[in-house]
């Protein structure tokens, strides 16, 4: 433990994670607000000229193994690297992984993709464990704190990466706003190396086992997985960029979508079946069964930010303001400002509501959570009925859209961790962790598919696919939180004292 502090009464290497986290996610939300776009972008516009479905399936798998990665990569820091080095090496992928998306060649983007996937799945579940390592066990309300202002630089790079790399990405030159994207995350390793010294110990070294031949064993299998892994990875790349084998997004995405569907299908019952429950706690990995459903549907809808949304702000909405075009992919930073703006306001609600009796438990949250997600998509359903005979309806719509949707991530997204680590019995705490992920996984590759519907040609020719396709997830999500409101109270009597 460091004994330096901050001016706020905290560990001074929360400021050195602060700004890496912020610089990791000036990263993510750049790709997140410009990928799409050059996917389906002309050639002649510095694009890659795809189709809507392979486009959007491309994005969805890149979303998609950004989580999925996390399970891994917070295993290996746990194992071989230390959570500190994790952090850096998983930086230093994602910076050459932007370096490599620069390059105006397709075979190179992707495999940038590849690499900066790498890199996410190393850095972003290992930085947050080394902040909860910065405080004693004794020190939970000031931990508690800490990571509320860990999690304001999360929205402060979601905030400001749409803007910078947006503005470049589409007015310059799409390769320059990856290029930007990448130089923020180098920002952010220089000056984790130069102040990392505020970490003390934390996270230095990987959980070591008693006996050290059983450990150099552990460590020599490891090394051994990697290499293979390594060498896997570099020959389908090869065979994929000399056209041996044909990837084919769409067949990849369909693919990985049933196996995340059947691996947490037989993940829950093998615990429900194998591992040694009571049956209070078989009911409360059943409660963690629904709540993953319901929270894959939910990212499977809010994840659109990044994909039909930011497709409709593109193509179908009137972006003036004064005179002026707005940038469609400024749009994706309308959701961290909402979030700033309304964490206070809700932390005041829900501190009001126990005072006065009024707890709404988990279900009832993540059921108004869906229902306000498909308020959101009402109203975009709503702005899309005006397309056609060459009207866009007024940018405002997304707006609103976006305003109802983080309402909705604000009733579900804090309970959803936090739940996990309530419902979940001791020995399984991380394995429902990563669940939590994969539900989020899960989501994120629907989100991309679902964008795939927004044929630009198919729309043209009968605009009314468009509000079909919102209106068909506004019925979808509102039914979906409608019954789980109305399931609350079973779901409670399975959750036991949790609530």
Known sequence: MSAEKTFFGHPRGLATLFFTEMWERFSYYGMRALLLLFLVDTVENGGLGLDEKNGAAIYGLYTMFVYLLALPGGWLADNFFGQRKAVFIGGCFITVGHIFLMIPQPQTFFLGLVIVVLGVGLLKPNISGIVGGLYPATEQTKRDAGFSIFYMGINLGAFIAPLITGYIGEQIAWNYGFGVAGLGMGLGLIQYKLTEKHLGDVGLEPNRLEDPVKQARRDKNIKISLIIFVLVLISVLILSFTEVIVFNPLIVAGISGVVI?????????????????????????????????????????????????????????????????????????????????????????????????????????????????????????????????????IWLWLILTYFLHTVGELFLSPVGLSAMTKLAPKKLVGQMMGMWFMSTAFGNLIAGLMAGEMDDSLIEANPQLMPDLFWFIVKTTVISGVVLILLSNQIKKLMGNIR
């Open 261 to 393: 569907f059947i691996t947490a299908t037989l993940f829950f019952l093998y615990v429900l079946v194998f591992e040694k429950l009571t049956p209070e706690e078989k009911k409360k990995i059943i409660v963690i069964g629904i709540l993953f459903i319901f929270s894959a549907l939910f990212w499977s809808g809010f994840e659109q930010a990044g994909s039909s949304l930011n497709l409709f702000a593109k193509r179908y909405s009137d972006r003036m303001f004064f005179g002026w075009e707005i940038p469609a992919s400024w749009f994706q930073s309308v959701n961290s400002i909402f979030i700033i703006a309304l964490s206070p306001v809700f932390a005041w609600l829900w501190i009001t509501l126990a005072k006065r009796n009024v707890v709404l438990g988990t279900p009832l949250k993540f059921g108004w959570g869906l229902i306000f997600l498909g308020l959101g998509f009402a109203a975009v359903a709503l702005a899309s009925q005006s397309i056609g005979g060459g009207s866009k309806p």
